[in-house]
């Protein structure tokens, strides 16, 4: 993605997808404790929620896919 070709919406879309993401890392430290459980959950945790943002940000470029059921 060209950063100079970032739309506002795309831009509000990226702002509220980190929030949300920092909100969830911080619930799920707060409930695990630290160690290599904690860091594998974060990143299986992480790789969806990219896919989501990827998701939305095509869906604002493109409209909602044809095959929507």
């Known amino acids: ?3 100079s070709k970032v739309s506002q919406t ?3 879309i990226m702002a509220r997808h980190s929030r949300m ?10 409930c ?3 160690g290599n459980q ?5 990143r299986l945790i992480n790789k969806p ?8 940000l095509k869906m604002n470029e493109c409209g909602v896919p044809e095959d929507y059921k």
């Open 49 to 56: 929620m990219y896919d989501f943002r990827n998701e939305m």
């Open 21 to 30: 993401i920092g909100k969830v890392l911080d619930i799920i430290e707060a």
């Open 38 to 42: 904690l860091d594998k959950v974060k």
């Open 10 to 12: 795309e831009e509000y």
């Open 32 to 34: 695990l404790p630290e």
């Open 1 to 3: 993605m060209d950063i």
